[in-house]
């Protein structure tokens, strides 16, 4: 079963890469650029075939892909495409411009990305990464709409009989704790509560927010019991509680609210499309926040690897660590449907992941071609409205030794989070 989990991840990762990649591939054919390779992975070729002008392959290293378009990079000042300089980083430049023409055959002169509209670019290098948000979303909704997600529900798992402060951590009662509102009102394991002081509670996050709002305050309930809608009184007290933010979800540090007193159960829920949407937004806000503050969890992610520090659940995690969850998720105690589920989320949030990290505005990465497009469109712009001579395309290749720093730090990043995953991996069970 951990071979069949890392199996379906890995296959998941090879149709999201090539999936990417398609983006770029179809939208670079609508406007005419050559495209020479479509290969998905890295390293040796283990199969390719050629149809038309494209040559498709797949390569050794699951890693990553790319598409080759023709003139990735204009000529140089003086017009030449290849320029030798004793400079290495001047030699980087005319690399990175040399290796955008290696391919050039007669006629296309007309068909090279940098002489394309910079709107056509920006398209060109953004339907890659969209694609990837595509297949997330709709990972998403199948996962949400279809299987459903395991959340708290509005059914009693149990009934605490007094109230303590959860700052206390203990869970049984003294003779000095006062009883609990819930038991004093005659709530019971199994019961559904279906209103709270004459709302309509469909969810979890709805019904603790009431029950929070209310603190001191006499409050009706109608639950539902073996079939029967039964009304119960409860007067509820003022409780320390753990914080929640503003999507439901417990943060550290705890504040004085409403209390019951009773632990929900847990369910398998299907979830309407709005609701999906919602739970999306807040995810997606969660994966923004997660790449910002990435740089911050460097030095917790080094003591993991190298110091034997434990590995925190939100540590960031490569292909090998993501593949390795992938497999011990098949080999959880918990419905064959449940796997399915929780492996699809687990492809959905790397091409997730894949959209937010290709947005950086920084080459050699999506956003940062993207980047160089929307400068160019504005330099242009702004010599048009002043009345001043077009500047051109703008030389993306002059960034090549930021982009060649980028890259490093990113292998070295990439190196870390392995060794991580290897020696000190983030297990969910």
Same mark, same amino acid.
């Given at each position: 079963m951990m071979i069949l989990g890392i199996v379906v991840f890995v296959v998941g990762l090879l149709v999201s890469i090539a999936w990417h990649e398609l983006g770029h591939l179809s939208t670079a054919k609508l406007f005419g650029i050559r495209v020479p390779q479509y290969m998905v992975g890295f390293g040796p070729t283990i199969w390719s075939r050629k149809k038309g002008e494209t040559e498709y392959g797949i390569k050794a290293i699951p890693a990553g892909g790319y598409i080759r378009m023709i003139g990735m990079f204009p000529p140089g000042e003086d017009g030449r495409i290849t320029a030798r300089s004793t400079s290495p980083w001047r030699s980087m430049i005319e690399d990175a411009r040399s290796a955008a023409f290696e391919e050039l055959e007669p006629g296309d002169e007309t068909r090279l990305f940098y002489t394309r509209a910079p709107w056509k670019r920006v398209?060109?290098?953004?339907?890659?990464?969209?694609?990837n948000l595509v297949l997330a979303g709709a990972?998403?909704?199948?996962?949400?709409?279809?299987?459903?997600?395991s959340q708290q529900t509005t059914t009693v798992s149990s009934v605490s009989q007094c109230v303590i402060a959860q700052t206390e951590k203990r869970d049984t009662c003294k003779k000095s704790d006062p009883e609990s509102p819930a038991a004093a009102a005659g709530l019971k394991a199994g019961d559904r509560i279906v209103s709270f002081n004459g709302v309509k509670t469909d969810n979890w996050n709805q019904l603790s927010d009431l029950i929070r709002a209310n603190p001191d305050k006499n409050v009706s309930m109608v639950v539902e019991r073996k079939g029967h809608d039964v009304t119960l009184q409860a007067k509820l007290v003022r409780n320390k509680v753990?914080?929640? !933010?503003?999507? #439901?979800?417990? =943060? @550290?540090?705890y504040t004085y609210a409403g209390f019951l007193g009773f632990s929900a159960a847990?369910?398998?829920?299907?979830?309407?499309?709005?609701?999906?949407?919602?739970?999306?937004? !807040?995810?997606? #806000?969660?994966? =923004? @926040?997660?790449i910002t503050s990435l740089p911050a969890k460097i030095p917790a992610l080094w003591n993991a690897a190298f110091d034997g520090a434990p590995r925190q659940p939100d540590s960031p995690m490569g292909v090998v660590g993501a593949a390795r969850v992938g497999g011990e998720i098949f080999t959880l105690d918990i419905p064959p449907t449940q796997q399915l589920a929780m492996a699809l989320m687990l492809v959905a949030g790397f091409n997730l992941s894949l959209f937010l990290f290709n947005m950086l505005p920084l080459l050699p990465l999506d956003g940062g071609h993207i980047a160089g497009a929307l400068w160019e469109s504005l330099r242009r712009q702004l010599a048009k409205v002043l009345r001043r001579p077009d500047p051109g395309p703008f030389d993306v290749a002059k960034l090549m030794p930021v982009a060649y720093v980028v890259a490093g730090i990113f292998i070295c990043f990439t190196i870390l989070v392995l060794i991580a995953d290897v020696v000190n991996p983030v297990k969910i069970s």
């Open positions: 398209i060109v290098m953004f339907a890659g990464p969209f694609m990972l998403f909704l199948t996962v949400l709409m279809g299987f459903g997600i753990a914080k929640k !933010d503003s999507h #439901g979800q417990i =943060v @550290d540090g847990t369910g398998v829920v299907r979830q309407d499309f709005g609701e999906s949407l919602t739970w999306m937004g !807040d995810r997606l #806000g969660e994966a =923004v @926040d997660s």
